[in-house]
T-cell receptor, first 116, second 114 residues
Framework: SQQGEEDPQALSIQEGENATMNCSYK?????LQWYRQNSGRGLVHLIL?????REKHSGRLRVTLDTSKKSSSLLITASRAADTASYFC????????????????FGEGTQLTVNP | DGGITQSPKYLFRKEGQNVTLSCEQN?????MYWYRQDPGQGLRLIYY???????QKGDIAEGYSVSREKKESFPLTVTSAQKNPTAFYLC?????????????FGPGTRLTVT
């Protein structure tokens, strides 16, 4: 299995409902990030949660992190059709490049479809 | 897609030809990355660069080459040695924010080799 596995692989909901996606990983991490990718486009960073944080909010997004279970969840509240996209978790396992960057390992993503 | 541009959006090549994908950023970021994405899959790291004139292999570097002569530019060459080059290629750069390095992505180049 890969570091950063999302569950479910696909999720279909109605507009206004909440969407929850989960991510599991295997090694210790420095932080965990969530990204969104619209079809055929680049990824967009959504939120970063550090290993010493348990919950973080950004607008309609809520991310939790349980380092004891090596898992994270992304909750999108009051979903909209525009939220239709693939969502990826990415783990930073502290493989430092020095002071300019860090290596992320991406999961295979959850495809979210929000029906109008 | 932030300040990262990739060109072209679609690229078609015949087998046996080398092809170079462009990646330019105006974000003043030091680190840049190249990823490959296959249908329904996550991203796999090809090469990364921390600074000008320095780059390192990622997980799937075989059949690819890069250069980093300028901070703004990180072109990727897909050589004829890459056995299955048809894929979606994404370039990214990173910046430290909120306790970690966040990556900014370009719009991607879809390469088809026949």
């Amino acid at each position: 299995s890969q570091q950063g596995e999302e569950d479910p692989q696909a999720l279909s909901i109605q507009e206004g409902e909440n969407a929850t996606m989960n991510c599991s990983y295997k090694t210790s991490i420095n932080n965990l990030q969530w990204y969104r990718q619209n079809s055929g486009r680049g990824l967009v960073h959504l939120i970063l949660i550090r290993s010493n944080e348990r919950e973080k909010h950004s607008g309609r997004l809520r991310v939790t992190l349980d380092t004891s279970k090596k898992s994270s969840s992304l909750l999108i509240t009051a979903s909209r059709a525009a939220d239709t996209a693939s969502y990826f978790c990415a783990t930073d396992a502290n493989v430092w490049f020095g002071t300019s960057g860090s290596r992320l390992t991406f999961g295979e993503g959850t495809q979210l479809t929000v029906n109008p | 897609d932030g300040g990262i541009t990739q060109s072209p959006k679609y690229l078609f090549r015949k087998e046996g030809q080398n092809v170079t994908l462009s990646c330019e950023q105006n974000l003043n970021h030091d680190a840049m990355y190249w990823y490959r994405q296959d249908p329904g899959q996550g991203l796999r790291l090809i090469y990364y660069s921390q600074i000008v004139n320095d780059f390192q292999k990622g997980d799937i570097a075989e059949g690819y080459s890069v250069s980093r002569e300028k901070k703004e530019s990180f072109p990727l060459t897909v050589t004829s040695a890459q056995k299955n080059p048809t894929a979606f290629y994404l370039c990214a750069s990173s910046v430290y924010a909120s306790g970690g390095y966040e990556q900014y992505f370009g719009p991607g180049t879809r390469l088809t080799v026949t």
